[in-house]
């Protein structure tokens, strides 16, 4: 049976926020926030860190996650979308992947149930993203016929070429969720969006 893949994307340096929020959390740090969410929705996870990270590290070292670093120079979200997937294709045969979703690792509030309606109008064929009162956000599930173009990426735009490369593969779904596109950027973040999910 082909399978769906999650690639996390925990490379960034939270410039904003004014320490590791990777790390932040009354409860508990959160990217074990997001990834709680993700791995009840996947078999398969795949995380990009940081090239330099033994506190991230150290925190998720009994998950079973199948971590990458990314290149030690400065990189955007692009090259750290596209080091996911260079290492998701050298260590999985693409024809049983059917699709591969990107999630941001800073986003804890995505609902399971919004992963779950992604993943089944996902095909290897097709883009699928959900979209909330009329903003598109995470996770975006890619099929595996575009995982070649997202493993060229480089840069800070991440998958948006893609994506406008092709938009007759792009399949919206509206979700009741405003998790897909809330992020912890600040700590007052944490207040604003203090919600159970």
Same mark, same amino acid.
């Given at each position: 049976?082909?399978?769906?893949?999650?690639?996390?994307?925990?490379?960034?340096?939270?410039? !904003?926020?004014?320490?590791? =929020?990777?790390?932040?959390?009354?409860?508990?740090?959160?990217?074990?926030?997001? #990834?709680?969410?993700?791995?009840?929705?996947?078999?398969?996870?795949?995380? %990009?860190? !940081? /090239?330099?990270?033994?506190?991230?590290?150290?925190?998720? &070292?009994?998950?079973?996650?199948? #971590?990458? *670093?990314? *290149?030690?120079?400065?990189?955007?979200?692009?090259?750290?979308?596209?080091?996911?997937?260079?290492?998701?294709?050298?260590?999985?045969?693409?024809?049983?992947? /059917?699709?591969?979703?990107?999630?941001?690792?800073?986003?804890?509030?995505? /609902?399971?149930?919004?992963? !779950?309606?992604?993943?089944?109008?996902?095909?290897?064929?097709?883009?699928? !993203? *959900? %979209?909330? &009162?009329?903003?598109? +956000?995470?996770?975006?599930?890619?099929?595996?016929?575009?995982?070649?173009?997202?493993?060229?990426?480089?840069?800070?735009? +991440?998958?948006? =070429?893609?994506?406008?490369? /092709?938009?007759?593969? #792009?399949?919206?779904?509206?979700?009741?969720?405003?998790?897909?596109?809330?992020?912890?950027?600040? *700590?007052?973040?944490?207040?604003? @969006? @203090?919600?159970?999910?």
């Amino acid at each position: 049976m082909n399978s769906h893949i999650a690639l996390v994307l925990a490379a960034g340096f939270s410039t !904003r926020y004014g320490a590791d =929020k990777r790390l932040e959390g009354e409860h508990k740090p959160l990217l074990i926030q997001t #990834l709680d969410h993700v791995c009840q929705q996947f078999t398969t996870v795949y995380l %990009v860190h !940081r /090239n330099q990270d033994d506190s991230l590290l150290d925190v998720i &070292k009994n998950r079973q996650i199948r #971590l990458t *670093p990314a *290149p030690a120079d400065s990189i955007g979200l692009g090259t750290s979308l596209a080091t996911g997937v260079k290492e998701i294709l050298k260590t999985q045969t693409v024809e049983n992947i /059917n699709s591969v979703s990107i999630f941001l690792a800073d986003m804890p509030y995505i /609902n399971s149930a919004t992963i !779950r309606m992604v993943l089944d109008a996902s095909t290897s064929h097709n883009i699928v !993203r *959900p %979209v909330y &009162k009329s903003d598109a +956000g995470h996770p975006v599930c890619f099929g595996s016929d575009f995982l070649t173009q997202l493993s060229q990426l480089s840069g800070d735009m +991440g998958a948006v =070429k893609v994506i406008r490369t /092709n938009a007759e593969k #792009l399949h919206l779904i509206d979700v009741n969720d405003s998790g897909i596109i809330t992020d912890i950027d600040k *700590p007052s973040d944490w207040i604003t @969006n @203090n919600v159970s999910r």
